[in-house]
């Protein structure tokens, strides 16, 4: 479910078994505490925004596991993010079968991947469809690999 786009995108799973695929962009940033330090104590990783992996304890809605001065921002994408997960492992579709989460929240409708250009799911201060925040540079990054192979991507 949640996988860099680029890569969900061009997926032939998709093309082969109909399945829609739902892409997600997290960009809520972890809370950290004021001593805390990455595994090699030189970065302060509030300086690392929202890393690799950081989703997993709002999917599995675990945030007691890992505690942390979380707000009311990182519980409410908990809830959300975790039945999303559930309603995708049950259906493959994160918008159904539960539409309010055991918190009350309202799931917003997470669009399904139609091709370029199409809307992701942004996961933070607000849950809802939006644009790829970083097309231009994915953009940007497909054209310098398609220069240095010498032919067009065979996604485009």
Known sequence: MLAPEREKERS?????????????SQVVVPPYYPD???Y??????????AYHTVEQVYFYNNLAQAPRPYTAVDLRLADVASTYLVNFATSGDPNA?????????VLPQWPAFAGAGA???LLGDVIAPASEPQQ??????DKVIAD???????FQ
Do not use: W, Y
Not at 97 to 105: D, E, F, I, K, L
């Open 12 to 24: 032939p799973a998709s093309v082969i078994t109909g399945t829609p695929i739902h892409n997600a």
């Open 36 to 38: 805390q330090r990455n």
């Open 136 to 141: 231009a540079a994915l953009d940007l990054f």
């Open 97 to 105: 079968p539960v539409t309010t989460t055991a918190a009350g929240n």
């Open 148 to 154: 240095k192979i010498g032919r067009p991507l065979a």
């Open 40 to 49: 090699s104590e030189a970065i302060d990783p509030a300086t690392l925004g």
């Open 119 to 121: 809307r992701l799911m």
